[in-house]
């Protein structure tokens, strides 16, 4: 063993022939120093979406999530999860593997490379009970031919900082709460929506930053203390009496996670996640949320899906900008169509003022997506000058 750091690690040649027992009592006949191994010890580094960032996990973090996430689904050893999201992702890692090694039930992978066709194709052959993904997995799987239907829907919230999920819905949920808001915190996680970059606590209904603390919450990432002290804070407001991080007189305090998530509670208790706080465009002074109008652009019966994004602008400062794919078979609508359609619900400065098609010979012929699969908005960003 040598010393690292005050840990001791095994080094030398490794006996792959004796088994793990065997292996341990080797190791204390030897007159080795007694290792101190704790659950809350850095066991795993996951890597963020977009610029990556290596979040430390523990044993602890992990395993908790996937006993609730668990807990939530039912998942029993009767059941068989179709996991086509890539298992070097929280999502696959925990949502997938830990979630599944608690509840004993079997794990059925697609393919090595995300494939809409070879998903639907390992549902019908192994007869599978749940699948995971993203939204942009979704919607190539529903836009197949082979694509019939679905009788159970789970939307959830989270991020690898938080070692996966924090919100979930459950079965018993109305259908309205599961395709409009993100579920009810995970038991034993807190949350607030606060002032973007504060711990001001808003009034319930009102949208903001959230930042949530509990089991999941990452130590560090990893060799980036400015980045950590960024994310992970302490909140003046937690001093005052009736503080949410503490007793109130300062003696026990929470540290919490500013997501750089915008969202709100509705009067149930569930969240509403309106879009990340870097993506809001600030149009003549106006916030926007891209995600609603997405929403509103999909909508529509030509469009598969749709990615806003803030093009700049000498007048306003920023200007909506939006990336659409058009529905096989479709006609494509023209750009007065689409904004008088977004404007048939949002106001009048949410109809974007711009539209690239992909595969129209400008824009992409395919969306640019993260490690984990979702639409890359700082690669959409920067295309916008280029295609103007």
Not at 95 to 119: Q, W
Request: net charge negative; aromatic share 10%; charged share 25%.
């Amino acid at each position: 063993m040598d010393d690292l750091e005050g840990k001791y690690v095994l080094s030398g040649p490794l006996d792959r022939s004796a088994n793990y027992e065997e292996y341990i009592s080797k190791a204390g006949s030897a007159g080795l120093p007694s290792v101190s191994i704790s659950p809350h010890d850095m066991v795993n580094v996951q890597f963020t979406s977009g610029l990556p960032k290596s979040v430390a996990l523990s044993h602890y973090n992990i395993m908790n999530c996937g006993r609730y996430i668990w807990q939530q689904t039912r998942m029993t050893e009767q059941d068989r999860i179709c996991l086509p999201v890539p298992l070097f992702h929280s999502f696959g890692m925990i949502v997938g593997i830990s979630s599944s090694t608690v509840a004993g039930s079997a794990l059925i992978l697609p393919s090595e490379i995300y494939n809409a066709s070879k998903t639907l194709q390992c549902i019908q052959d192994y007869k599978c009970t749940a699948i995971y993904g993203v939204p942009t997995m979704f919607v190539t799987e529903m836009e197949k031919p082979e694509f019939d239907s679905i009788d159970r829907l789970y939307t959830c919230w989270g991020m690898t900082e938080l070692s996966s999920f924090v919100t979930m819905m459950h079965e018993t949920d109305p259908y309205e709460k599961r395709i409009k808001t993100a579920g009810r915190l995970f038991p034993h996680f807190v949350a607030k929506i606060v002032q973007p970059d504060t711990g001001k606590v808003l009034p319930w209904g009102e949208k903001g930053e959230i930042v949530a603390s509990g089991y999941g919450q990452m130590s560090e990432y990893l060799n980036n203390k400015e980045k950590t002290d960024e994310t992970l804070r302490y909140h003046q407001e937690d001093l005052e009496p009736g503080g949410v991080g503490g007793l109130g007189d300062g003696t026990v305090l929470r540290k919490w996670m500013h997501t750089g998530d915008e969202g709100f509670l509705d009067p149930e208790g569930y969240f509403i996640i309106s879009g990340r706080i870097k993506d809001l465009i600030i149009r003549g002074g106006e916030n926007i949320s891209p995600m609603e109008i997405e929403d509103r652009l999909v909508e529509h019966e030509a469009v598969v899906q749709a990615s806003i994004v803030g093009v700049p602008d000498d007048k306003y400062g920023e200007e909506l900008g939006a990336f659409i794919e058009l529905r096989q078979g479709c006609k494509q609508p023209s750009e007065d169509e689409l904004r008088a359609f977004v404007r048939e619900k949002l106001a009048r400065f949410k109809a974007p003022r711009y539209f690239f098609w992909l595969g129209d010979g400008k824009a992409p012929d395919e969306w640019p997506k993260t490690t984990s699969g979702k639409v890359s908005k700082p690669d959409l960003r920067k295309m916008v000058k280029s295609l103007l």
